[in-house]
């Protein structure tokens, strides 16, 4: 099995920061992308920033400039600086990477749980 946990998530005030982390763990013999996807009450969810292996970004309209994506490639994480956080941001954040099992052959995407940010106007 492999797994992605994200942590980090909490309740903030307006203005201020948050730094979420996401480990995958389990029997990946590569990873490639690891992103970050938000899902807020009644509305689809989507992406808000993702990261390659060579360190390749890319961030959703909406957070440029507020937003940091980074990753430590020795240890499977991604992280997320968050910061100037708006009540917009509010929403569950969920980790995503795309990696081969070591007894697969196929690249494939995995999710985490999940991790609850609210911020209070």
């Not at 957070?63 to 980074?70: A, E, L």
């Amino acid at each position: 099995q492999v797994q992605l946990v994200e942590s980090g998530g909490g309740l903030v005030q307006a203005g201020g920061s948050l730094r979420l982390s996401c480990a995958a763990s389990g029997s990946f013999s590569s990873i490639n992308t690891m992103g970050w996807y938000r899902q807020a009450p009644g509305k689809q969810r989507e992406l808000v920033a993702r990261i390659t292996s060579g360190g390749s970004t890319n961030y959703a309209d909406s957070v440029k400039g507020r937003f940091t994506i980074s990753r430590d490639n020795a240890r499977n994480t991604v992280y997320l600086q968050m910061s100037s956080l708006k009540p917009e941001d509010t929403a569950v954040y969920y980790c995503a990477a795309t990696g081969v099992v070591t007894t697969g052959i196929m690249s494939s995407s995995y999710w985490g749980q999940g991790t609850q940010v609210t911020v209070s106007s």
